[in-house]
């Protein structure tokens, strides 16, 4: 089976470009466009909405709805452009030299691209196997549109083979990688006049040293290298990122707002690394806060929370994988994905695997090559081949 024609691709990424997608809007434009296309093909598909009604995923099946079929899985969100230095309009597909640069080409509306290029040739093909697009909306924030859409397949009579997340890894099959556990922390001081400073208390002073803690404890971390990794960052990580407080330099700062994250290795780390900060932190610097003034001390809260993806090399789903992208090789990657998600929420195998390389995304004039878009092709057309015995 041929890949489609480049222009094909090249038409539907420039549409899925066009749209702004920034995790702060609604998707709905897109998800409208995607429908019209398919319903020009004779596919329909399950839109699941959020709450809101702004936003919504949508699940397509092509070939017999009654089997176990495989899922080609991508977010069309797309992360900020504001204040980035781009050479052209970032949400306009521009072609040079070979790659294709506009917002999301590479994270990963190119993968999306393909993904529906191929649709005809699915259709065309006598599928034994369905096929499944779960196309999802702001990953890019923890992995939110995803779970409504995996709740919902969850609770289908059939539970699809495997899946392939096509974010970013050169066409290079990636068996695992880390979770993250995302946390916010409050600190509720006392404003004084500056003059009097020991009489108020200080958020930003009691902030820094949970900021000081976790930096000691990513040192720790970073020391505990696995032996032969498969990672590309061969340790867990933790970092401070945000840190907002202050209010005038003369006023004894009465709020601090702390935001950090560990990428763990193990399946649960991440939580665990940042539960056993939370708890250091209540024991050591809040009861000192609170000797200060009662009313002070520190609030915790979630923000975002996925776990790692540690799929075995021997699955068959990572075999499938290598056949169709025509390698042999396997990796693990620091940076999260919606994989994970598709195995602890709705038990499906998966691996990810698409078009481009993580340098490129959230970059400004981020790109893909057309190479890499034809590859992916490539990949899908085995799918379908392999789908249709």
């Not at 993250?180 to 003059?195: D, I, Q």
């Not at 000797?291 to 001390?297: I, L, M, R, S, T």
């Not at 993580?358 to 981020?366: L, M, S, V």
Request: glycine share 8%.
């Amino acid at each position: 089976m041929q890949t489609p024609r480049p222009d094909r691709i090249r038409k539907l990424l420039a549409d899925l470009v066009a749209f702004d997608t920034v995790s702060d809007r609604s998707n709905l434009p897109l998800i409208d466009h995607i429908e019209k296309y398919l319903a020009s093909l004779g596919v329909s598909g399950q839109r699941i909405v959020d709450d809101t009604g702004q936003k919504s995923s949508l699940w397509v099946t092509i070939g017999p709805e009654d089997k176990a079929g495989l899922v080609l899985s991508g977010h069309t969100d797309v992360v900020p452009v504001a204040g980035q230095d781009w050479s052209h309009n970032p949400f306009e597909l521009v072609e040079r030299d070979g790659r294709l640069y506009g917002r999301g080409t590479t994270d990963m509306k190119g993968f999306v691209a393909v993904c529906l290029a191929m649709v005809p040739e699915m259709l065309a093909a006598p599928l034994k196997t369905p096929i499944h697009l779960a196309i999802s909306y702001d990953e890019e924030i923890g992995c939110v549109g995803v779970r409504p859409m995996l709740r919902e397949l969850s609770r289908k009579p059939v539970t699809p083979l495997g899946c392939f997340v096509g974010e970013p890894t050169q066409m290079q099959v990636i068996i695992g990688h880390k979770g993250k556990h995302g946390v916010r922390a409050t600190f509720r001081g006392l404003a004084r006049h500056s003059s009097i400073a020991p009489d108020g208390v200080n958020a930003i002073e009691y902030a820094a040293e949970l900021i000081l803690e976790i930096r000691r404890r990513a040192a720790l971390l970073a020391a505990a290298t696995e032996r032969n990794s498969l990672y590309d960052v061969p340790h867990s990580t933790l970092l401070t990122s945000i840190v907002h407080g202050g209010a005038a330099l003369n006023i004894v700062p009465d709020h601090c707002a702390v935001e950090f994250e560990c990428r763990g290795i193990g399946i649960t780390e991440s939580r665990q690394v940042t539960d056993a900060i939370i708890a250091w932190a209540k024991a050591e610097i809040a009861p000192r806060m609170r000797a200060q003034h009662p009313e002070c001390g520190i609030d915790f809260e979630e923000i975002l929370d996925y776990p790692a993806l540690d799929t075995a090399a021997d699955h068959p789903v990572v075999t499938l994988a290598k056949q169709l992208a025509g390698r042999n090789d396997h990796a693990k990657v620091a940076f999260g994905t919606e994989a994970s998600l598709f195995v602890s929420m709705a038990g499906v195998p998966s691996v990810v695997v698409g078009p481009g390389g993580i340098a490129q995304a959230h970059t400004p004039d981020e790109f893909v090559e057309l190479s890499q878009l034809l590859a992916c092709g490539d990949f899908v057309a085995r799918l379908i081949t392999h789908c249709a015995k």
